[in-house]
Structures are given as C-alpha cells and as structure tokens.
C-alpha cells in the first residue's frame, strides 16, 4: 500500500460540483475533477481490507451490496496512490468494459458497502475510476486494439444499450465477428436516450463507440428486428444471436382522462431532448417542452429525478413530483445495517436544482393521480390528486398504499411525465424469434444461464432480468458473452 493510514489522515473529497444557477443554463456535466494529487491522496484512504466489501456484488437481503462487475477496487486504488496510472486502467479493464460509463451514471454501489463508510466517509471510487479512465484516453492507454485473430465465427447482438454494447466487446475482443443491430438512429440505447447529457455527455459515448469500431465491431442503426429485419435473416446469417433490446415497456398510469393532450412516457421526453440537442442544438418545436408549463412528474426514482432536472432546463413554471411511498428515513435503520444497501432518502441533482429554483423540494409523497383534467379541447389543464395511506400486510409485511377519502385536491398541470417504471420486453421481438417469457414479460432463459429456448438465441440485460442498473446490465453482457464464446468454441477464456 502507498500510504497505509491514510483513512485517517485524509478526509472524503468528492469531484465539486458547479453552482445550480450556473449549471441549469446548458446540458453538460458539471463536476469538475479533483487535481491529480487530491485524486491520488483518496485513494489512499482505501483501506486494502481483508474482506472488500466494495468488489462483492453480492445480495444482502435482496439488494445488491458491492460492485456487481467484482471490479478488483482496492488493487487499481493502490496503483493510484503510487501514480501507476497505466497499471491501474489494465486493472480496472480486466473486470469493467466501461468505466467512462460506470464512472458517470453508476449510484456506486462498492461506496455503500465501502468499510470506511461503516463508520465515516467512504472512499471516493467513483471518482478515482473516473480518473482512471480519463486519464487512460488522455495518455493513449484506452486506444483502439483490434483482436490479432478471427475465429471465423459470426454473432448478432439487437439493441446497443450497455448490455448488447458488453457483450459485443467481450466477443470481438474472442475474435468473433459482432454485428450489433440498433432500431434508433444512434447507437446507445438507454446510455443514449434514457440518461440526459448532463449525466452522461453523448460525446463520450460516441468516443468509445468510435474505438469499438476501429476494434471491428459493425454497428447498423435505423434496424428493427423483429419488423424490418425478420429474426429469420438473423438466424440464417450468423451462428449465434443475442437479444439484449431491454425492458421497453413503459408502466402507464390508469385514471381516468388519460387520453388528455400534454401526457407523456418519462423515456419518450428524454429522449425528446437529447435528440433535439444533438439534431439541432434544442430548436423550439423540436422536443417535448416544459417551458412556462406546470410539470407533474409521476415517479420518483432515477429517471423521474432526470425529468426533473431537464423541466427546470427547459423553464417550467413549476414542477411537482409525485411518490406513492412514504419517504424513507434520513439515516440507516437499526434493520438496515451496513454492508447493506442503505435505503435512505436521497436528493438528487434534480431535486436539488428545482428546490434551488422554485422555493421548495418538488416531492410530494404518499400521494397520486386520480384523474387528469382537461380542457375544452381535450388538453391536459390539471390534475386531481389523492393522498395516501400507508397499511402493512399482516402475511407480507408489505406496505399497502390506499386512497384516503376526502384527501382529493386540484392542481394545474399542462404536462405530465410518467416515470413509474417499465414492464419488460416488446412482444414483436419476443415473437418474432419465439422466445419464451416469464409473467413479467421479461425473456425466460435456463436456470443460471442466458440462453432462451429457441436455438443459439440468447438474451442478457434487462430484457432478461427487468430494468435495473447500468452495471448490473454490463455484468449480463459480459456473462452472456462468456456462454455464447463457451457454446461456439468449446470452451472460452472470457
């Protein structure tokens, strides 16, 4: 280790974030990175346990605890604090595909379960990955490295998110010929369409896109499988096939006067706007405005947060988000003890920009839509909302959210955004290739394995496992790869 005490010699330093009136005025990220000798001075607050919690990625009473790539943290921390920053990229590669993704819009999992957090400020990986990876593209490190062989063999990925872009990168580095079919017309999925600039620039995305290419990964956007191209070509075509489409399915909201002008998906409305930003630098007329509009944002996890923070961009007139939960509490339970995931109440960047703007934190909990209200001409002016009571089941120990009667209230609304969650995966891909589903729709697979009924179709990501995280979508990409290499070799080294 560089500096064995330095957990107590040195206190958290995270990346600074700019000012909320300074950052709500364009689309970019806004932290600024630590200087070199800060970032080198937090990693050595690492405390190389003996027991890294951090890389475990296991589940603790259902939730993951630890970083689910197993990604080797306290190694590549102590390359850091040695300055061995070529060493510490080699490191940090051999478990994460991505770190200039992870690094940006992971909710870092390994900091939660991080053993200087049990009693004080975790480490700052995050942080010290993302200073890893760009110091790697600023040096050379992460340049284009195309496979020296070719196994001959040919494998089809549908749908660019993280986990078809995973598995594309594990096979092509085999030396597997990857073609990786995208409907939208950019390659990215929801690291492109789903997550707004200001959390992941499209620049960055595009940058590692370009290196995959020059690496020998085709990428054919505008391609929707299942419609435009039949699964039949694909089978014929290639010796293997992944779906990796996602769980595309938006959860909608059933009140009555839904079919009220000025109602919208979450994902429909973001990606509205990074569309129209890359397409034209946000022209008027071009997106889904919440300019001078009363916003309601139904949903309060990390994309109905993302909402939040593009309406204030855009010049709401105010914005209220809903949650049907009660608010979780301020700190750790007694029931909720470390390495656990710690279910305690967050604000986010977006909460905080429109409580900064407005006046006041826009949630409001244990609350709901009972009707949307429209005007004469069928446009969404309002809605009446519900209070909640929260009931836990005496067999479950779940909460029960009901109605309270008498709670009704109006209030004005000329857009809503539903950000409740999705369902699983479209029915025309699944159909077209007959893959079988479980009750949420999402792809069924063998126990433990990736692999779907139908023959050499496989399936990873969301698309397998319902929505979840980024991370958690590049470790299915990467096991998914490992069986596809293992079923067209005989064996993989992934």
């Not at 990175?33 to 027991?51: A, D, I, T, W, Y």
């Not at 955004?417 to 699944?430: H, M, N, Q």
Request: charged share 25%; proline share 5%; glycine share 10%.
């Amino acid at each position: 280790m560089g500096n064995p005490n330095g957990f107590m010699e040195y206190s958290r330093e995270d990346a600074p974030a700019l000012s909320v009136q300074e950052r709500i005025k364009n689309y970019k990220e806004f932290h600024t990175p630590l200087s070199e000798q800060e970032q080198k001075r937090q990693s050595e607050r690492c405390m190389n346990c003996g027991v890294p919690f951090c890389q475990s990625g296991k589940p603790i009473s259902g939730m993951i605890s630890g970083c689910p790539l197993n990604n080797l943290i306290p190694e590549w921390n102590d390359l850091v604090g040695l300055g061995a920053w070529e060493a510490a990229y080699n490191r940090l590669k051999l478990t994460n595909p991505f770190p200039e993704f992870t690094s940006r819009v992971c909710p870092a999992l390994c900091e939660k379960a991080c053993t200087c957090g049990a009693n004080g400020d975790a480490v700052t990986v995050r942080a010290n990955e993302y200073s890893i990876i760009e110091n790697a593209y600023m040096e050379g490190f992460a340049a284009a490295k195309p496979p020296k062989t070719r196994t001959g063999k040919r494998v089809a990925v549908v749908g660019s998110g993280p986990s078809g872009l995973a598995a594309a990168e594990m096979l092509n580095r085999r030396g597997h010929s990857v073609t990786v079919y995208e409907r939208s017309d950019r390659v990215g999925g929801l690291l492109m369409y789903g997550i707004p600039n200001m959390k992941l620039e499209k620049r960055i995305i595009e940058r590692k896109i370009s290196i995959m290419r020059a690496e020998g990964v085709t990428f054919i956007t505008g391609a929707d499988v299942g419609a435009d191209i039949t699964a039949g070509e694909l089978r014929r075509d290639f010796d293997r096939v992944i779906l990796a489409c996602g769980a595309s399915n938006p959860r909608d909201i059933k009140a009555d006067g839904r079919d009220a002008e000025g109602i919208y998906f979450a994902v429909d409305f973001l990606k509205s706007t990074t569309k129209a930003l890359l397409d034209n630098g946000l022209r008027e007329g071009s997106y889904i405005s919440a300019k001078g509009k009363n916003v309601i944002v139904i949903g309060g996890g990390d994309t109905g947060n993302d909402c939040v923070g593009t309406c204030v961009r855009h010049g709401a007139k105010s914005i209220l988000q809903l949650e049907m939960m009660p608010p979780l509490p301020e700190k750790r339970a007694e029931n909720n003890p470390w390495p656990e995931w710690p279910r305690v109440l967050k604000t986010d960047y977006g909460q905080e920009e429109a409580a900064a703007v407005y006046g006041s934190d826009p949630r409001v909990y244990q609350t709901t839509v009972k009707k949307f209200l429209k005007d004469k001409n069928g446009k969404l002016c309002g809605a009446e909302l519900v209070e909640l009571s929260a009931e836990k089941d005496k067999n479950t120990g779940r909460l029960n959210m009901k109605p309270i009667d008498g709670s009704e209230y109006e209030v004005p609304a000329e857009l809503v955004l539903i950000a409740a969650g999705f369902l699983g995966s479209e029915s025309y891909v699944t159909d077209s290739f007959g893959v079988n589903t479980d009750a949420r729709s999402n792809v069924a697979a063998e126990n433990g394995s990736h692999k779907t009924n139908a023959e050499n179709v496989y399936t990873a990501g969301d698309m397998h496992i319902g929505q979840s995280l980024v991370v958690r979508a590049i470790r299915e990409g990467i096991d998914c790869a490992r069986e596809v290499d293992e079923s067209l070799m005989g064996y993989t080294n992934l």
